[in-house]
């Protein structure tokens, strides 16, 4: 069973920073593809950046420039630096894995982490 636990979030000041964790549960983090995904209640979900199991990024326009994805591979550890935060990025992070066994693709989602900036 993989568990995906966000931490880090919180409420900052726009301008301020923070550093978002997820740790999954599981050795397959190593070969899976890793992301965020941000959701406002009532408006759909974003995903917001993304990065393969060679360390290749992808970024939402949104956020190019101010958040950066990195992993931990021998910690099982997922990361989003957020800087120069908005109002506008307040939202509920989520961390997603994504791994491919054979022909079967696994997607599983963390409980999510609050990020609200005033």
């Known amino acids: 069973h993989v568990q995906l636990v966000e931490s880090g979030g919180g409420s900052v000041q726009a301008g301020g920073s923070l550093r978002l964790s997820c740790a999954a549960s599981?050795?397959?983090?190593?070969?899976?593809?890793m992301g965020w995904i941000r959701q406002v209640s009532g408006k759909e979900r974003e995903g917001v950046a993304s990065?393969?199991?060679?360390?290749?990024?992808t970024y939402a326009d949104s956020v190019k420039g101010r958040f950066t994805i990195s992993r931990d591979n021998a910690a099982n550890t997922l990361y989003l630096q957020v800087n120069s935060l908005k109002t506008d990025d307040t939202a509920m992070y989520y961390c997603?894995?994504?791994?491919?066994?054979?022909?079967?693709?696994?997607?599983?989602w963390g409980q999510g982490t609050q990020v609200t900036v005033s």
């Open positions: 599981t050795g397959t983090f190593r070969s899976a593809c």
């Open positions: 997603v894995l994504n791994y491919y066994s054979g022909s079967w693709s696994f997607v599983y």
């Open positions: 990065i393969d199991s060679d360390g290749e990024t």
